[in-house]
């Protein structure tokens, strides 16, 4: 059976992708954030997932205002990346793994949520930086500056299935469906047979908006509110509507609606084994959590130090 081993929330900022394609990490900007990461690689190298769920939105890249999913799911061997135009090395693709991504849709659609399906889709910087920061030194060891690095062999240790949710073109989904997204894709991979080790991914937020009048906000308070209420009262945040959201949180702080489908997937009590918070990167307010279910998914393993 499949498991999930844990949940990951990270922002997405672009700035960072150029910062690890430049080798920027201990540069003073930039050293605090990275090493707020450190705990998240050190746990990943213990726990070992086999497969990402990767919930991210996409900015303009795969869907546009033409063409808007509310929610979409891949289901391709692979998932290219190419240039949205913001100065990143090109990623090298991504591993898909079909078989487990149809699984999803099947359970997905018996449990009432009718994705999109993709068997091509191109991810953005909200799928790619999170995976170069959380896999690091495998997304750019075959990214070219020149963006022709898809010909290159990929060399990932992780198989990949994107997640979209819709936050380009109103309207967008609530918190409360985004939560309950979350909570049927948790009992999607439960019912998988393989023997599966899962981490799922939520990318975005937290506080930021990058155009209008309000361009540059950051809520300090608010994202404090939602770094507490994302790990012990994830309801208390699905009980906001969309205008809530960017009220408190800025135009584009509603990529909360990633970290909270991120949260229905972990389900019940958890325990926070990382959290990071730092302002600003770029225009936004950065975080990253890391968390473990308390009621059972996890596989412990007594061979492991850091949680024996
Ligand atoms: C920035 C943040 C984002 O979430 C994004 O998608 C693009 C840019 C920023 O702060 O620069
Ligand atoms: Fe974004």
Redesign the pocket.
Known sequence: MARIIGGIAT?????IGKAIARGLQNDPYWKDFFDGFKPVHRWLDEMRPDVAVVIYND?GLNFFLDKMPTFAIGAAAEYRNTDEG?GLPVSAPFPGYPEFSWHLIESLIADEFDMTTCQEMLVD??FTVPMALLWPGMSGANASPTGRSHQEKPYRPIKTVPISVNTVQLPLPTPARCFKLGQAIGRAVASFEGDLRVVIVGT??LS?Q?DGTRAGFINKKFDQLCLDKILHDPEFLTRYSIADLIRESGA?GV?LLMWLAMRGAIGGEVSAIHSSYHI?????ASAVVLLESKTGQRVVEKSLPLFV
């Open positions: 922002s997405h900022i672009p700035s900015h913001w910087h909200a975005g937020g930021h990058l584009q990529e600003p990167i770029s225009n936004t």
